[in-house]
Each structure stands twice: as C-alpha cells, then as structure tokens.
T-cell receptor, first 113, second 110 residues
C-alpha cells in the first residue's frame, strides 16, 4: 500500500441515486478524514473516523450523508439521494496519530447529472 | 471552529521572482501544516511546524510559524513554473482537529 487509495477516481450519478466513495488508508494508519472541495475552493472538513468509531462528524450534513470505517476494509463515505449540489471532489486522508500531517488520496470527483 | 485565512487568494508572478503567502488565525494551534495541491490531485504535505517562531527550509521554500502559534508564512525564492499550485495551510488544535484555509493559488509564468 504505497499511499491512500481512493476509488473510484470519477463517479457520475443521476439525481436521487446513491454514491459510495471508498478510501483505503496508508498501511498502519488508523485515523481517516474526509474532506470536500468545490472548484476554486479549499478543503472543507466533513468527518474524522478511527477504526469502527466516528470521532468528529461536525462537518457532515445531517441528512443523506454517512461515513463508516469498519474493522476490516476501507472507509466508506455514502451519499444517498444525491443532488446537483453534491458535485465536488471528495478527498480522504489518513494519519498515524492525527494532527501531525496527513497523507491524502487523489480524490473522487463526483458529478451529479 | 477556528478560521484560517490565507492571503493572497490568487498570485501570478514571473519565473525567478520571490513571493510570500500568509496564513492567519485568531486561534492558537498545536501544529500547523503547509500543503501543495496540483489540479486533479490531492494535497501533498510540505512541512509541519510546531514551535512558536520555528523556521523550516525546504530547498527554495522557507516556512515560519509565528511566535504566538497563530499564524504562518511561506516564502518562495526564485519561483519556478513547477511551483504553480494551490498552497493550503492547515492548523491542528489541542484535540488534533485539523482545519484548512481556502488556499493561495500561485501561478508562475515562464
């Protein structure tokens, strides 16, 4: 595992469908963070997870969005009933111990048509 | 939630010029990171600063953390087209919650 792996790189969904974004952290990293980035803007924090636990979801919309980081497998960011405003790049980052620099994936670019 | 303000928002310069970009907040950070992001890719960590007044150098890049650990600057000497990108600062509070600024978009023209 050379780095943080996100898939798919590009995802197109019709309004009302579900989007599932996957993130495999760097080997040995147990802290995972999801961020959203709109064109020409910075990164907006969404959620911070450690294995099987949501630590901070203060940046995540209360409806339609959920995240998990199971004991086995990648972290999943799930967006139900997508709307055009959900179109953005979604980045996942992982860290060994939090707060000392993150390693980012290449992102998933979600387009809602 | 602390707010990180980066300035300038956009900066376009000629190759060989020097530049400084800033990251300011009213909050104190336990650590602060600078990242560079290229189009279509995720941010890449450049440096982490921890101690107030700390200065770190990375080739032509010089990073400084303010004495009060509320602000930081990034100075680039003799900029090159390869320096083009979005420069993001991010601060961690005592709970290690990390928040990002909106970034400075740097364009270095050949």
């Amino acid at each position: 595992n050379a780095g943080v792996m996100q898939n798919p790189r590009h995802l197109v969904r019709r309004r009302g469908q579900e989007a599932r974004l996957r993130c495999s952290p760097m080997k040995g990293h147990s802290h995972v963070y999801w961020y959203r980035q709109l064109p020409e803007e910075g990164l907006k924090f969404m959620v911070y997870l450690q294995k099987e636990n949501i630590i901070d979801e203060s940046g995540m919309p209360k409806e339609r969005f959920s995240a998990e980081f199971p004991k086995e497998g990648p972290s999943i960011l799930r967006i139900q009933q997508v709307v055009r405003g959900d179109s953005a790049a979604y980045f996942c980052a992982s860290s060994l111990d939090g707060g000392w620099g993150y390693t980012f994936g290449s992102g998933t670019r979600l387009t809602v048509v | 939630t602390q707010l990180l303000e980066q300035s300038p928002q956009f900066l376009s310069i000629q190759e060989g010029e020097n530049l400084t970009v800033y990251c300011n907040s009213s909050s104190v950070f336990s650590s602060l990171q600078w990242y560079r992001q290229e189009p279509g890719e995720g941010p890449v960590l450049l440096v982490t600063v921890v101690t107030g007044g700390e200065v770190k150098k990375l080739k032509r890049l010089t990073f400084q953390f303010g004495d009060a650990r509320k602000d930081s600057s990034l100075h680039i000497t003799a900029a090159q087209p390869g320096d083009t990108g979005l420069y993001l600062c991010a601060g961690a509070d005592n709970n290690n919650d990390m928040r990002f600024g909106a970034g400075t978009r740097l364009t270095v023209k050949p």
